[in-house]
């Protein structure tokens, strides 16, 4: 069987980029090893969103009993909530299978294994097949990190999976790692009644995000009865009745009923001897890819496999980039100006485009320009006024924008016209934000005093 | 005392054209006859989202309780949050009467009154006193109209101003008037507590809005609880020892504690001798204004008193209009194209540019295209997946998105980007909508089948 575009991997990346080589004519064939929806929908961005938007009742409850303006009392049942999540998580792989059949895409169950330039042998229960193809995306996704000093066994220690799977809320949960996903699990399980020790081995948490939202961070987090230990490592533990003891560099241990560990994920891409195909691994164990985010003469990858961003729409952006550059739609390099990320929560924090420092580091002359959320009255009206909006500018243009606070993940899209078009502050005084609106914090930071940085 | 420029009014649109006056150099004073802020601040937009925000856990608990996923009780203090809402509206007077004073406008207290094209006469507790201008921008806003069959009383029958000053919720509510004022107001008594019966005159709640809007708000709060009447006027009440009862045209009776009648607002320009400056009022009672938004030759009237549309954002955007065209900064005609309006709550509305029976009114081709949020991950978080987006086209353009369900006010400012700059589908396209957002149910609605209608 042969194809004019062959696809590994069934998530956000490999299922935009199998639809979008349909809807351009090409045979397609989309190969996924286990569920279609890879890491976001099934274990990743959809099941932590629903498990943060069910728990929204106890984030804004203790906003409103801080501000002694209600009393009361939400428990949420994380066993129910788990068994929503599954049901919703089946019937969205339902209906993504529905789509795909629907295109006229062919659907292979196997793991993928690159055979030579043109080839790969799918392996299934019932053996294993050869399937040619013309071009190939290569979208295998990636997978948890595991710490040498804490490997995960599935009961005290676990791993973002896993904490999914649970059906009632650890006591105390400790939690390896200050990133994206260690902030909104820590939130999720805070909200379900754990107590949260966080350990980050970096002096600050979300390490990727601007220092001052880290700082933003670790103040609202502690406010709400985090322990939070920053600058120290994880060298050792022990399984007790009781639950585990972590030993720190810093020399203080933690005790916990369970223990999350969230360092990060790394390409997908060790199994599928990419070499035969013609492409190479990066050091860090990504699949290398060009301007064009080719690997190979008819190989692209996109999504995490290549290490770029690894973000769900960047995934699907790059798929659908891929696709239309390997039919001659299109000839010029791939770009994702402005392309926003999202922690969600309460804060949350949204980034769109460069953050000062990375400007600065290419040698331009950045200003920054800011308000904060205390002046914005939907801000004041949930009662978590704590965080800013910061925008960078060069040239006089926009350049970034990042926020921490209440909801701001509003903010994002409307910031990335902004980062993509170039705007100045007379494109976005012309614009009539809506009254009252958390837009207006953006308003406001754009037309905030410029500062040199 | 003479000035280059006079306002009347210290409401959004009249703060906002003294801060533009001043900024552009002109001598400017502001005459304010009783609270800045105006009904926006003080009475209208930001009391209202104080208590919606305060009493969100209650909302968000009910549809977690809807799911089987939490238990628990939510219960909001009506008398402390009157009190921070007291204390949020003092300060934010204070601020703006300290930004006014920096930015060197003159503040007057005292009642206005026009004397001739370029003198106004104020009244205040030391008498009367005539001022001069150049020009002047009349920004007097608007006040709450009464029902003759349900004269206020402050006591069983209340105006919107009188509501938001109780301190304990009325244990049942009936709202005669079902546009977005009863139906935010509604919500927030609802969540503390009282029963609803809402009674409107035309056959649908929130006339303004898409049809289709109008019955996704009747179904959703049909679903909460509220008791609906729709079609019918209330024509009588009696006061009795335990409240009152309201008599309708239908012939029913609604028995209630007290009764809130929020039936519209009206230009407030019935004692400001508007002729004597050489204005005039329309039948309606608004200050007349050309395409300039100019009433007479040296005055302006801008926001709730000219009728034109009466919101806050409007209102400002109007007001920095008018000093930019005084000041002969601007030439061209006042437009807004793809004004943004937001009904909160939940379900929240969003409308921005036109509707798709406007544009057919004015004999164009439309066509709309739509998604229901129930495919949103970010709508399903939160359990509260009722409610559509639906985008307005004509000549292949955007032109107009209206939206119901929950926090669609999310989509007011992208959309309206979307509607100013006319774009097309490619345009969509082109930006990386970040996952999971609410957002992408827009993005939907625009890829979506565009039907003629």
Redesign the interface.
Known sequence: MTSDLLVVGGG?AGYAAALEGAALGLSTVLVEKSELGGT?LNIG??PT??Y??????VE??A??RR???????????LS??KQ?KDR?LAATRKAMQAKLEAAGVTLRRGQARFDAEGAVEIVDETGSHILTFERAILAAGSEVVDLPALPADNERILNSTQALELSTPPARLAIVGGGFIGLEMGQIFARLGSEITLVEALDRLASVEDPEVSAELARSFKRAGWTIKLGTKVMGHEKTAEGLTLSLESGESVLADACLVVVGRQPSAKNLNVEAAGAKLTPRGAVEVDAQLKAAPRLYAVGDVNARTM????A??QARYAVNHLAGKTGHAYV?T?????VYGAPEVVRVGSLAAELKDLGQSVQVSRAPLAAN??A????QTAGFVKVTWSGGRIRGVTAVGHQV??L???A??MV?QGWTERHAEA???????L?EALLEAVKGKREEV
Chains 1, 2 share one sequence.
Do not use: N
Not at 52 to 57: I, M, Q, R, S
Not at 67 to 77: M, N, Q
């Open positions: 956000p976001c961005c959809i969103k629903l943060l938007g069910a728990t929204e009742a804004e409850l906003a409103a501000l002694r303006l209600a009393t009361g009392e939400v428990s949420v049942d129910a909530l929503r919703f973000l769900a729409h960047a699907e952006h994702d402005g392309l926003p990320s999202i009255a939907i004041q009206a949930h009662g993940s509003r994002a899209t409307l990335e016209v993509r614009l009539i934000f809506p009254h009252p609106t837009d």
